[in-house]
């Protein structure tokens, strides 16, 4: 199926739904073209210990509050069941089973060919996600080890390592809650660490961080920063005493530079200082056995897991993605328009203030520019009005 319509949003996840509902809010038309076959299907696939890091009060979309009765910290299945409610609140109709293989403007309007046949539209909406193809990086001696290797997208739980030695890659959220997974599971647990690193406490004196990162997000980020060190000093402690290096700037410092989020601690520290994590320097390559790390270090481990992050990998079906992002495929603005005219990107920015609460923001900006530039730029073809209940999808886009 194929077709045309104002405004075409490419992913059916947080970010691709909040546009569409905002863009049904403004009487837009719209579509939601979707890869996969269910709404947020890269929450699915998530791990099954993984909780939302920012409390719901601020993780809600546009229009639909998270329930009173969750907890805090909603878990991965409370935030799957969210996205179908929004899904069904809003009457959004995605397209399943549509990955975009490609994605150019053409004669003034936007064409994107995917698996089913070929859209046309004024505007399009590109919400697939930072996190939407795993890095996979390879070492020496990794085809002859004899153990398991696989990358933290495909990590669900540590049953399966109970008692026996696993080794995660990386110092990020998932690396690190991964790594108390496999500790709560009885695992032998080893952490392989190649760069300096932030840490925060999720929560001080039962306050979330965030909620405190969105009070200093006006300010310069040196300035957040060293408001915010004495409470890290206080809450986190010497790095160095358990064989991390931190970074030599602070957290918002570290999101605005390297757009990473540092990690926001719910027990992996307490378990490093316990021993029951054990950290090591980086992989220097594999043995069949296990691995070999910085300084020579030998580790027998039956499983390596790679928490060795993802790329949003736009450059893989937007034709022009060098006028609008970086080296490595990731939109360099998101939540504004873009160098290409009608083209937006939602939920690209690493926001201190928390990933969800960033992409309902964006989602209003960008659908009233929308509203402004649609109602006299584009009258297409036969215009699909299949919009103003749209459709969604994680492209490649998938």
Known sequence: MAGSTETLVIGASAAGMATAAELSRRGRTFEILEADDVVGAAWRRHYDRLHLHTPKRLS???GLAMPGSWPKYPSRDQVVEYLEDYRRRFALRPHFGERVRRLERRDGTWEATTDRGVWHSGNVVVATGRARVPVRPTWP????YDGDVLHSGDYRNGA?????????VGFGNSACEQALDLVEHGADVHMSVRSPVNVLPRDVLGVPVLALGIMMRRL???????????????????????GLVKLPYGPNTQIARDGHVPLLDIGTMARIRQGRITVHGALDHFTPGGVVVAGGGGLDVDAVILATGYRAAVDEFLVGSEDVCDPSGTPTLSGDPTNLPGLYFCGMYVSPAGMLREIGIEARRIASHIDGRARVDWAGPGASGGGTVGSTGPAPAG
């Open 141 to 144: 001696g990794m085809h002859d």
């Open 160 to 168: 399966r390592w109970s008692g026996r030695p696993v080794l995660v």
């Open 60 to 62: 809600a979309l546009p």
């Open 220 to 242: 310069p980020t040196r300035v957040a920063d060293a408001l915010a060190a004495p409470m890290v000093r206080a809450t986190v402690g010497d790095l160095s005493k358990v």
